[in-house]
């Protein structure tokens, strides 16, 4: 799912489940790994949300973006942060259940 400025805030509100909330940009080799394997990683999730950074400023400043690929986590309409990890499935796993144990924040 591509989201934009214009509407992030309303479809991840709205969205039941977990979500991750990628930000990657055409320029960058590790965005463009990202967006082919990350769909093919097992992960407890119900959707990845793809986020252009060149093409959506606003998101990008609102969610503090300062690397690519970064990554969000949004479970039914709550905000977990940004997920810290490598773009491996064992990594990418550890650090879901370690975001979604912390306290829910609003939407940047």
Do not use: H, K, Q
Not at 8 to 16: K, S
Not at 64 to 75: A, N
Request: with cysteine; hydrophobic share 45%.
């Amino acid at each position: 799912m591509e989201l934009t400025d214009l509407d992030a805030d309303r479809r991840l509100l709205d969205l039941p489940g977990t979500s991750l909330l990628v930000f990657t940009s055409m320029g960058c080799a590790s965005c463009r790994w990202a967006r082919r394997e990350l769909p093919n990683v097992v992960l407890p999730i119900d959707r990845l949300c793809w986020v252009d950074a060149g093409n959506n400023g606003g998101l990008v400043e609102r969610y503090e973006v300062f690397y690519l690929p970064s990554i969000f986590v949004i479970r039914d309409g709550f905000y977990y942060g940004l997920l810290s990890s490598r773009l491996n499935a064992l990594d990418l796993l550890d650090a879901l259940e370690r975001a979604l144990l912390r306290p829910v924040e609003e939407l940047p």
